[in-house]
């Protein structure tokens, strides 16, 4: 685990998760104020997700999966489905 880890941060998985989370908003026509309230963040915190100046926390991160109907692992790069 720590490994696969490693290798993910080494790998820049958050850059994935940043250009992920952007395209699934901008896919879903939503704008950040749409889906700050739909999974209950601030406008200002999807804005600095998609733009690398944040990174949401686990239950943010789980909020953001289940909205969009897809796993945190594709979410930050460790899957790609």
């Known amino acids: 685990m720590l490994n696969t880890m490693k290798t993910w941060y080494d790998n820049k ?3 994935l998760f940043y250009s992920r989370f952007k395209k699934l908003r901008a896919d879903s026509g939503l704008s950040a104020e749409q889906l ?4 209950g ?10 733009h690398g100046k944040a990174i949401p926390g686990i239950d943010n991160l789980y909020k953001i999966a289940k909205y969009f109907n897809v796993t945190a692992d594709y979410l930050i790069g460790l899957k790609d489905y």
């Open 36 to 39: 700050g309230k739909a999974i």
């Open 41 to 50: 963040v601030s406008n200002n915190a999807i804005i600095k997700w998609e």
């Open 13 to 15: 998985g958050w850059e």
